[in-house]
């Protein structure tokens, strides 16, 4: 947030900040507050969200006193007192250990300010759909809700099967009013690596993490939040759980953790609710239906097998089996789903019958947790006993299925001789009746699923029968082979179904992959999982974990791999990932080259295509222009052999991006023209099997081509339209590179609501999906729009930042812009010599590289610092700015020819030279086309109708 911003009188919950009266109000009452207690708290308001460090405290407070660190404490004690220790966030100042201190809270302008509807949306919560309805836990719902305005920290303890999850779910929906529904639910059940736990947390929030300390970096991301993360599952992560809840606790003030786990992760802050298992009749009780149903346990009873049966009315004559089966199940609610669903099979009295049969495994009594997990696991026994031989092979051999599978899945699995295909389905069937696995019903076939603890259970007699390898061998065979096949059938769907779809393989994949690369996986399996997997992870931009699976398999091949397809697939990924993430280094260069020999080898046209395609984006964004331009010629044959209209398309956005790199914008122009109208010809009767998404790319060409040539309003039409089909692609790096090359024409319009709303757009997905060069990007896109408004200090920051960030990543795409607006800057701030080294340095870098985009610019900046440093620097100052107007004329940029144009005339105007000035802006504006008005333009008319009149009054 700018600095102008917050200064003034700001809000935060109950309290109101004057930096001017130098006065904390709450309810419009003074509070006392000592006058260096004031300035330590109006730094740390000024700065919400920042880390600042004691020393720094100190020399702002104390600037010329030597002070201890313990005057610092005294005063943030007072601050703490006078605004109180409130519930839920109302803990505005964090002690970030061996840091600093950071203000927590929500800072608001005074003056009718808030946070946008956007904003709130980027923060949104969130929880699963809602689960059936919960039964007997209501009371604990408010307990828990109780704790954690209190304590912040709870864990829900209990056995498996209990109702954990569903009571963790019913709190959030709860509390969620209180968070400003800023609740997030992280079901660690699929994780199978205790590594993916942080990761996983992360992904819910809408992060993604990308440093050797995710925990660290995690609580960094979201130390300023008032939120609840609910985190379920625990136990079997529990050791990565404990160190990150526990890190969360600590160094955060407004972070409440909810927690569901078989045992407690003892470590600091964590309070602990029991769930118990539900209330049910007691032995010799009244045992008539309505008593019966008086008790929580019977209603969940009845509840689910009316799921299964029907309406079920209970009668009393039925009333003493219901109680029976409750007190034998220990009132647990996963065991009495599990009766319910025999009983809709076999009736109430011989349900009752077989569970008193297994006395031996149900007596376990509930004394302690280890003997509720023995209950449950009775529960299971019984359960498994009841199944046929075919549905007993069936159930555990879908044990390596985390999260959802489909039938043919569970027959890819199963493969027993004299076992069909039918027997499977009807074994799947059986299971499903008999509630041992969930199912849901997609538009296009069922999915299935087993809960975590049945699963483990599944696993169990996986590794009973010593079936463990060849299982999962099958399951990671299936899970190629489905990928392959999903590739093809996923590539006419737009982009965001085809996320969707891949979402829902994740967790199986990984598991797969987990295995197959374990000590007892396959290596040719592994490598072809790999290759089939590279698209997921693609689709869903998670770009590290891409690129570390496809290193691992390429090490696998070893190095006769030449001949090896999968070779060609896994190689295309790695670059690809790596120029998102690390940035534009030579190994990009080297590891696209790699792929390209490959493909030529493999003699796959298609596959040649797609990796030139993202040789061809790296080379752009490196301002490669005899490279890319090399890449596009290649292309194009290619696609005139193919014959293809995408391929032509391809080929038509190349070509478009290097001529606007050389500067001819009325060449890109129409290559861009042709590039539509191919993709018009053709049939878009799939998905674009490049790495980089063409369409959004040709409108981004035409938006930028029109905006040089002053097309304004026909350039706005093209960036909205390729923000659009950039957001269809359902890819973040597509839609943010559309970003960031189409808001120089928002801000070329001085639209700020707009250019601002996208700018934060850009910078909260480049930090989601780890898009390094994006975020460095929005950073300097934060601040021309800062310069915009006049804040030249904040934006010079933001400016220098996002060049050296830039340059560290080889992303020069808009370096140069930046480079003009921070030498802009530094000129309103009187250091022309900065701001001269700077441009000067730029324009020779750009000259001896042959990249002359931006030497209009450039020189137009030369000559305005020249004009403004000196009266005896005007010669040189209009000699720059007439080579600014000459390259724009050869560039067809007749914008930045209008800028300059404008300029000179300025400058000839304090000379007098009145008649020269009116030549040469009248001639700059004739060049102009016709349009609607922007700021460049009505400066440029307002200068000339100046100049006339003054021309007029000399005469």
Known sequence: MADDELRGNLLFGPFELSSTERVLRRDGLALPLGSRALDILIYLVERPGEVIAKQELIDHVWPDVTVEEGSIRVHVAAIRKALGAGQFGNRYIANIKGRGYSFVGTVIPLGGATESSNARSRHQGRLPLRPIAMVGHEALVGEVGD??????????????????????????????????????????????DPLHVAPAVAATLGLALKTKDPGLELVDLIRSRKLLIILDNCEHVIETVAPLAEQLYQQTEAVHILTTSRELLKVEGEHCCRVLPLDFPPDGSEQTANEVLRYPAAQLFVRRLATRAGRVVLADREAPFVAEICRKLDGIPLAIELAAGQVAVLGLKNTVDLLMSRLELLKLSHRTAVARHRTLKATLDWSYDLLSDAERIVFRRIAPFVGHFTLDGARSVTDEPGVGAEEIFDAVAGLVEKSLIATQIDAAQAQYRLSNTTRAYALAK????????????????????????????????PGAERVLAYSDQLSNVRAALEWSFGPHGDAATATRLAAASTQVFLELSLLIECQAWAERAMASLGNPHRDSRRAMEISASIPLAMMHTEGNDQRVRTAFTNALEIAIEQGDIAYELRILSGFFMYSHWIMDIRGAT????????????????????????MFAASEHLLGNQLAAQLHCESGLRHLASGPRSRTEPYLFHY???????????????????????????ALEEGKRSGNPATLCRSLALVLPVFLAMADLKQSDQYIGELSELSVAHSLMPYRAIAAGLKGQWLLLQGDRIEAIQLLKKALEELHVQRHEMLNMDFTCDLAAALVHLGEHEQAMTLTVNAIEQQQRAGKLLHMPALFRMKGLILASRSVEDHLDAEESLLSAIDWAKRQ?????????ATDLAALLQKQDRLPEACEYLSASLERMPAGISFPARRRAEEMLGQLQSGTDHVG
Do not use: C
């Open 462 to 493: 996986l590794e009973e029968h010593a079936e463990v390898d060849i299982v999962f061998g099958r399951h990671a065979e299936y899970l190629a082979g489905h990928l392959e096949t999903l590739r093809e059938a996923l590539s006419a769907l």
């Open 630 to 653: 090399d890449i596009a010629i290649r292309s194009k044959k290619l696609a005139l052999r193919t014959g293809d209209h995408a391929d032509m398309a391809l080929a038509e956005a």
């Open 147 to 192: 704790k954690l305005r209190n304590d912040r920290f709870v864990t829900l303890l209990g056995p498996g099967g209990i109702g954990k999850t569903t009571i963790a779910q019913a709190v959030g929906r709860a509390v969620a009013e209180r968070f400003g529904r800023d609740v997030y639910f992280v079901d660690l059940e699929s994780l199978t």
């Open 892 to 900: 067809w940029a007749t914008l930045f020819e209008l800028m300059a």
């Open 695 to 721: 369409t959004s790319f040709l409108l981004v060409g035409m938006a930028r081509s029109l905006l040089y040539r002053g097309l304004l309003d026909q350039s706005l039409d093209y960036a909205r339209r």
